[in-house]
């Protein structure tokens, strides 16, 4: 099982490889997608850049999101926070349930075109399964073992840095991950307000009816998703490990 | 020492705990017991302050424990509670090293401490140190709790009911052990337990909580010989009184010049486990042997029997 899942992932990162920096090679293959004599290879930049600025954007966008929710996640589970609890789930909520391409057009007119925006859009977006799993976790931790600590003369401070937060630690980050792969999907949307990325690569298919260049630019996005999603779950195991929930 | 003076906790409406006033000796085993929400928690709790007393003194030492912050007072107060609450991303090294890490000690004097510890709780270093809690029995997890209470080496070592979760065997052992490491440590030690059998064994006093309020005070045998009407009583359960008062005595108490037939019992077993044997055997008397080997004489059946009455002058009615 173990070599299986090594060879898919090796298989991904190839794939992967080959059409950001290869991207000739598929010509044969895309060609066929094409009609009147289009190109089959996405020919108006250079998908590697395409993909670094992608990445950029979700990156930045993932740790802004994850410092916002991770504090908000924090603040609510002190006893001093408590009662903000259910205000900062609504925000958090609606910053979900608003869809990104509303706010995009709601921001574009206040903060103008570009890559401001699609931040704001994405930073929303991904708050919600940080907040909510930094706000499990940290409950879930035993009450016991803070007891214990309260008991052997921890600090407040001590008890969260040294006990609570590595416990809660493999939750919050499963709740990073979903976030990080919701957005690498979601900031396609940026190219329809002029932020880099490889958005460009589906809209530009989009507006010339050209399938290979969306599917070129979807194979990316989701090879890139998959691959996150797939680290970030073997970083979560090794913390859960150190965390002693799963055996070693 | 520890000295409590007229403590009450309010919790809302509820008095959790009513004007209790105690005195525990220095290197002593005092047990608290009484029924489910009497109060024996929130007691103990406050001499650590974890819980603060609404009304009231507690001086450890002659030191009230108010004039030190709560996280130095319980840094210098060993602390095992059910279920041991150790810690599950460390290391047992590590969990045992808790307190004297944030005593900031020495590296090399930690690890000194930790390695004396583990092999203080027969567990050997070399196997357990690097080991994590859940790869851990949950007796070897309860001997690593009370490893971690004690690496401080604190004066006063509280328990809450540390020996719940174990099963009767090891239950048994871990009971044995604690008194053996208390004689050796001279630790003064508060249990709160709600096994009276627990109790009866290992404490030289019995507190017996009720509704807050503290209904007596009372060594083992006198709790036995004259529990207060009531409750009291009731906890103790009037039908094993002579069975509870031959096991807090020895064989060494009533052994008597003479021979026996059969195998001879050690002079250190309880009464009640002699007379268990006397039974099974069907005998009336056995050699009784010292820790040399030597015969010392005999156990008798009526010696026994003589023991597990109530005392002559029992207590005025209530
Ligand atoms: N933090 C708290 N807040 C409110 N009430 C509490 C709190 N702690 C204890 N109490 C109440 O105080 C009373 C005594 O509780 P305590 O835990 O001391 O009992 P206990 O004798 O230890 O019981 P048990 O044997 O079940 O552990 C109970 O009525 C309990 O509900
Ligand atoms: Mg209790």
Redesign the interface.
């Known amino acids: 099982m173990r070599i299986l899942g090594y060879m898919a992932r090796a298989g991904g990162l190839l794939l992967l490889a080959a059409l950001v920096f290869m991207p000739r090679w598929f010509e044969p293959l895309l060609r066929p997608l094409t009609e009147n004599g289009a190109p089959a290879i996405y020919n108006q930049g250079s998908l590697l850049d395409l993909t670094l600025a992608h990445l950029g954007l979700v990156a930045v966008a993932s740790i802004a999101s994850a410092i916002l929710a991770l504090t908000l996640g924090i603040f609510v589970t002190r006893p001093s926070g408590a009662e903000f609890l259910p205000l900062s789930r609504t925000i958090v909520n609606i910053g979900q349930v608003f869809p990104p391409v509303a706010v995009l057009a709601i921001a574009v007119p206040l903060v103008g075109f570009g890559t401001t925006p699609t931040l704001i859009a994405l930073i929303l977006y991904g708050l919600l399964p940080i907040f909510e799993n930094t706000i499990t976790g940290l409950r879930e931790v035993n009450p016991t073992v803070i007891e214990a600590a309260r008991g052997m003369g921890l600090s407040a401070r001590q008890r969260f840095m040294d006990v609570e937060l590595p416990l809660a630690l493999p939750v919050i980050l499963a709740g990073l991950r979903l976030s990080i792969v919701i957005n690498m999907g979601t900031a396609t949307i940026g190219s329809t307000v002029a932020a880099k990325g490889l958005g460009e690569v589906i809209i530009a298919g989009l507006q010339s009816s050209n399938t290979a260049f969306i599917l070129q630019g979807g194979l990316i996005v989701a090879l890139l998703a998959v691959l996150i999603y797939d680290a970030f779950g073997l970083l979560e195991r090794a913390v859960a490990r150190r965390a002693g929930t799963v055996d070693a | 020492m520890i000295e409590i003076e007229h403590v009450s906790r309010r919790f809302g409406t509820t008095l959790a705990v009513d004007d209790v006033s105690l005195t525990l000796e220095r290197g002593t085993i005092t047990a608290v017991v009484g029924t489910s929400g009497s109060g024996k928690s929130t007691l103990l709790r406050m001499i650590?302050r974890?819980i603060e007393p609404s009304s009231g003194a507690i001086r450890i030492a002659g030191q009230d424990t108010a004039s030190l912050s709560?996280?130095?007072?319980?840094?210098?107060i060993g602390?095992v509670?059910?279920?041991?609450?150790?810690?599950?991303?460390?290391t047992v090294a590590r969990n045992i090293a808790?307190?004297p890490v944030?005593l900031k000690w020495e590296k090399a004097r930690i690890d000194r401490r930790v390695s004396e510890l583990l092999e203080l709780l027969q567990l050997d270093a070399t196997v357990y140190a690097n080991k994590?809690?859940?790869?851990l029995s949950g007796g070897q997890q309860q001997r690593v709790?009370v490893a971690?209470a004690l690496a401080a080496e604190p004066a006063v070592l509280?328990m809450d009911e540390p020996f719940g979760a174990l099963d009767p065997i090891i239950r048994s052992q871990a009971q044995a052990d604690l008194l053996a490491l208390q004689r050796r440590l001279g630790v003064t030690v508060v249990l709160v337990t709600h096994d009276m059998e627990e109790a009866l064994h290992l404490a030289g006093h019995i507190a017996v909580m009720d509704g807050g309020k503290l209904l007596q005070f009372a060594s083992p045998a006198e709790l036995l010989a004259r529990p207060k009407h009531g409750f009291v009583e009731r906890l103790i359960g009037t039908s094993d009184r002579p069975f509870r008062l031959l096991s807090l005595r020895s064989v060494a108490d009533a052994v008597e010049p003479g021979d026996a037939e059969g195998r001879p019992v050690p002079d250190t077993t309880t009464l009640h486990d002699a007379l268990a044997d006397l039974l099974w055997r069907q005998a009336t008397s056995l050699p009784v042997m010292s820790a040399d080997g030597a015969i010392r004489g005999r156990i008798t059946m009526a010696a026994i029997l003589a023991r597990a009455g109530a005392p002559a002058v029992s207590s005025p009615p209530e």
């Open positions: 650590n974890l709560g996280e130095e007072l319980r840094r210098g602390y509670i059910q279920g041991h609450g150790l810690f599950p991303h460390w808790t307190v944030l994590y809690p859940h790869q709790g971690r509280l």
